[in-house]
């Protein structure tokens, strides 16, 4: 793939990381970090943290979180609304996912009711042992994360 080269002499593609490109347009412009940290609206160390690789701008990160947000939504026409075994614990699992800013919470607490309901319906039998084990440390890192906090 070529490299597109813009106006001020830099190369443009794709395949340089992205903190190649970001040190490289703020030492063309002769910023400092703190210049460009204050021009970007971002703290120093940010911008230090990005120029050396440690972290990616979410600006970088919103559209990949997108897709995968639309294709979680998608799997939710597969799931058997009539049906409250199933759909109770799904439900539950894309709120808390959009609650708590986390999908494996979510999905812990997809576990944890899943398990539940079963119970509930005496069919505790149905459930498979690694889920009893997930639902388990799911339930001890809840209560250790309410206590530590």
């Given at each position: 793939m070529g490299c597109g080269i813009n106006r001020m002499g830099l190369c443009m593609s794709e395949e340089r990381p992205l903190h190649?490109?970001?040190r490289a347009h703020r030492l063309?412009?002769?910023?400092s970090q703190d210049e460009l940290a204050v021009r970007a609206?971002?703290?120093r160390a940010g911008i230090s943290a990005i120029e050396q690789?440690?972290?990616?701008?979410s600006a970088a990160t919103a559209p990949a979180l997108v897709v995968v947000g639309v294709m979680m939504l998608s799997a939710f026409r597969?799931?058997?609304?009539?049906?409250l075994a199933d759909a109770f614990p799904a439900f539950f699992a894309g709120i808390?996912?959009?609650?708590?800013?986390?999908?494996?919470?979510?999905i812990g607490l997809g576990?944890?009711?899943y398990c539940l309901v079963k119970i509930v319906k005496g069919k505790a039998k149905e459930i498979h042992p690694l889920?009893?084990?997930?639902?388990?440390?799911f339930v001890l890192n809840f209560v250790l994360l309410a206590y530590l906090k």
């Open positions: 190649n490109r970001v063309v412009r002769g910023w609206g971002v703290s690789g440690r972290i990616v701008p597969d799931i058997k609304w009539d049906d808390f996912m959009a609650l708590s800013y986390s999908i494996s919470y979510g576990f944890i009711v889920l009893w084990v997930s639902s388990a440390l």
